[in-house]
């Protein structure tokens, strides 16, 4: 085989070799989130309340409609946008502790709204009604429940929380089967029983 016909070519092992260069990756975002939880409990605490004097008949009052809309935007909404603002923060135990409690705050709006129907396959035996609503919160008692081992030792305001909560749900769950309004009114704090009697 004959080399002849090959060029020499010069190279020096000191020039530059020229690449196309592609621009350097932009730094990352360095975004800050601000701390969601107390937008979380001032909704989780204001829909709480609200439920707890409803369930004192505070003012005479029994018709629900009013606590639906703070069950589906308070409880429901602003919490979903907490636990999905803790997610991008990275706290991902906090954020489902939020949506747990959506969870449970949509779904009992749900049993409250006249469309979804719940009331209405109760009324053929509407005996039942109390006894569907206190299985409905003792299922929801031992999720809240779930959740207090994980928060133990990372946050003190957690564990009172859903300590407290489960233990209101307990009683609720409890006044609801057996139809006890002592129970009801167990499951709600001393101080609001004052409140809803003035």
């Not at 564990?159 to 009801?184: D, R």
């Amino acid at each position: 085989m004959s080399t002849a016909h090959i060029e020499k070519i010069d190279y020096d092992a000191e020039a530059p070799c020229s690449k196309p260069s592609s621009p350097a990756p932009p730094p990352p975002l360095s975004v800050t989130l601000g701390q969601p939880a107390p937008a979380g409990m001032f909704a989780f605490a204001g829909t709480v309340l609200l439920l707890a004097l409803y369930n004192l008949n505070a003012g005479g009052v029994d018709a629900p409609n009013v606590l639906v809309g703070m069950l589906v935007f308070a409880g429901g909404m602003a919490m979903t946008l907490v636990s999905m603002w803790e997610i991008a923060r990275g706290n991902t135990l906090f954020a489902t502790c939020f949506l747990t409690f959506t969870t449970f705050w949509l779904s009992y709006s749900a049993v409250l709204i006249p469309s979804f129907g719940v009331m209405e396959a109760f009324a053929a035996t509407p005996e039942q009604i109390p006894k569907a609503l206190g299985i409905y919160l003792f299922v929801w008692f031992i999720t809240i429940s779930c959740l207090i081992p994980g928060v133990i030792g990372k946050s003190l305001l957690f564990t009172a929380l859903l300590s407290a909560g489960a233990i209101a749900v307990l009683f609720l769950a409890c006044g609801m089967y057996t139809q006890t309004k002592a129970y009801v009114q167990i499951s709600i704090h001393p101080s609001l029983q004052r409140v809803s009697e003035a």
